[in-house]
């Protein structure tokens, strides 16, 4: 594919509209990404037909956005990537659809992404990081819906090393923070309010510390968080206190789960975070201390490309057309679409 060669992507996986369009040299022409958190926060999370509905009547007007910030007409483009799975199914659908429709009103190549693997592939995304990331690594995805520890062998090449046995971090920090009486999201609200509090004054358990393999498991400590709120007088400084404990708990189980990872994929080039969690700054530095300590580099992409966005969709499907990877018209949404059942260059 040429270098100037220019994709579409689109991403309606969750609860982000977004649209973006790249060249094939990692430039971006153009991003969108419109948050639905006024129309989830009364509800306390995500409602799946409220997302849908939001997608339908937003992707359309975002799509026609970026295009003409990209200066593009739709048959100037040398494809269209749409997330197609994993995620909630209306929402794959709206915007897989509508991606489709692009593709054959001007005859383009269409590519199903794997929600997972434009996370996995961000990180070599040129002008992202300094050094270019290189194939092995390790990524440590930690958002509201997974959290994996992955070895990146090439595109489409992954093999899952670890995951959560109940919750994902992402769903730990928004369930802690709603005992916490923060708003949804909670992950930010807990961060700002950790920040205030002692850490060492409430003993909160780290599970699987320790333990062999990579596994999470984060419902313990949720509870553990709701058994010392009960306890405690639930003043201020007990609040921010527990903030504290739960996010220090959080950064060294992380830290030790990723040295475990690392041990499991001696060959990797880098530790790489990705997800909405990887915006938190205590997890940034736990990481940044284990890969410190084996003399790897850290490479955490902006917050803006961490979380759920469209120009990582643009990028994964630039990556798959480059290898001639393309997906038929008839390609079905897929809810559940585990890394290790893509089809590999
Ligand atoms: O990757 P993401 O935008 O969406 C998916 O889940 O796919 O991640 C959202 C998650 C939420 O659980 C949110 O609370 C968490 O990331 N999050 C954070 C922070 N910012 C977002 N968790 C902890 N600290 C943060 N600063
Ligand atoms: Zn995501």
Request: hydrophobic share 50%.
């Amino acid at each position: 594919m040429d270098q100037g060669a220019a994709v579409l992507g689109l991403e309606s996986s969750c609860d982000e509209t977004a649209a973006a369009v790249l060249r094939a040299d990692g430039s971006i022409l153009a991003e969108a990404v419109l948050s639905q958190l006024a129309e989830h926060s009364p509800y306390g999370g995500v409602v799946p037909e409220i997302a849908a509905r939001a997608h339908l009547d937003h992707l359309p007007r975002l799509v026609a956005q970026v295009m003409a910030e990209a200066g593009l007409a739709y048959r100037d483009l040398a494809g269209v990537a749409a997330t197609a799975g994993p995620g909630l199914i209306g929402g794959l659908i709206v915007g897989s659809s509508l991606g489709k429709g692009i593709a054959l009103a001007h005859g383009l190549p269409f590519v199903a992404v794997n929600h997972l693997e434009a996370h996995a592939l961000t990180a070599t995304l040129p002008g992202i990081v300094a050094e270019p990331v290189a194939f092995p690594y390790l990524l440590l995805l930690l958002s509201g819906g997974h959290c994996q520890c992955v070895a990146v062998e090439g595109v489409g090449r992954y093999r899952r090393l670890g995951t959560t046995l109940d919750d994902a971090v992402g769903e730990a920090f928004d369930k802690s923070a709603k005992l916490l009486g923060l708003p949804w999201p909670g992950g930010p609200a807990l961060e700002r309010l950790a920040a205030t509090g002692d850490a060492a004054r409430v003993p909160l358990p780290r599970p699987l510390l320790g333990r062999a393999g990579c596994d999470f498991s984060w419902s313990g400590l949720k509870t553990a968080v709701a058994h010392a709120l009960a306890r405690s007088a639930g003043t201020d400084r007990d609040r921010a206190d527990i903030a504290a404990a739960f996010q220090a708990s959080v950064a060294v189980v992380l830290a030790d789960r990723a040295r475990h990872a690392l041990d499991m994929l001696p060959a990797t080039t880098a530790l790489v975070v990705a997800g909405g969690v990887a915006a938190n700054q205590g997890v940034r530095a736990a990481l940044a201390g284990v890969a410190a300590e084996r003399g790897l580099p850290l490479v955490a992409p902006p917050v803006r490309l961490c979380t759920d966005n469209a120009v990582m969709v643009a990028w994964a499907g630039i990556e798959r057309l480059r290898l001639g990877l393309t997906d038929a018209l008839g390609h079905a949404p897929r809810p559940r679409w585990p890394l290790e059942g893509m089809a590999a260059a």
